[in-house]
């Protein structure tokens, strides 16, 4: 990503970020669903100059951060366009959880593929694939698990947190849709991927 670029990304990362602080729905609910787009900032912040990444992740990242600040603004049951899609749909309940946690697999795998590719970490790319999957789906379940010990912190919060709705296999969808996200992202993106890595290695220092 160029000069250009990188300020257009931390530009769009702010704005957005600015108005989800803005009077959101629950204050604890916001502040735990945008933690992890934070961070993300700061580990690119700290790592852009030593381990720049390829534009396709620093996008991903970006919507994903997007994802989980508009989930934090409404908390992820109220967010109104999907209440909206589900009136047209005729769905009992917000899905806009679901998008996130499809989101969940999809960003995380080709981050993990961008690295575990650039370090050599594994020969042949059906374990590569496999592996990235893995990872995809213990990210999810260790989000499951912070989830749950949010609701046992915090009984206040922890319906607008956890947004199960009265779904009862809502950790078990959220996982599906994690790992299908992971597996979604490998088939679509990993030719262009590999283009944009190529790029990178080649780029002079």
């Keep these: 990503m160029n000069h250009s670029g990188a300020w257009i990304w931390l530009a769009t990362f ?19 669903e945008v933690l992890p787009a934070l961070l993300a900032l700061v580990v690119i912040v700290l790592t852009r100059r030593r381990y720049p990444l390829t534009p396709m992740i620093y996008v991903l990242i970006l919507l994903h951060a997007v994802i989980l600040m508009v989930g934090g603004h409404y908390t992820y049951a109220e967010v109104p366009l999907f209440d909206r899609i589900s009136d047209l749909m005729g769905w009992q309940r917000n899905n806009y959880d679901k998008l996130g946690h499809f989101a969940q697999g999809f960003v995380p795998a080709m981050v993990a593929r961008e690295i575990l590719i650039r370090q050599a970490v594994i020969n042949g790319r059906g374990w590569l694939n496999f592996l990235i999957v893995c990872f995809a789906l213990a990210v999810s379940a260790f989000y499951e698990f912070i989830e749950w010990w949010a609701a046992l912190a915090s009984d206040d919060a922890a319906d607008a947190f956890l947004g199960t709705q009265g779904y009862v296999w809502d950790t078990q969808s959220d996982m599906l849709l994690a790992m299908l996200g992971a597996i979604t992202a490998l088939l679509f993106l990993a030719r262009r991927h590999d283009v944009q890595l190529q790029k990178l290695a080649t780029r002079p220092a």
């Design 14 to 32: 702010l704005g957005v970020f600015a108005w989800s602080a803005v009077d959101p729905t629950d204050r604890l609910t916001w502040f735990m």
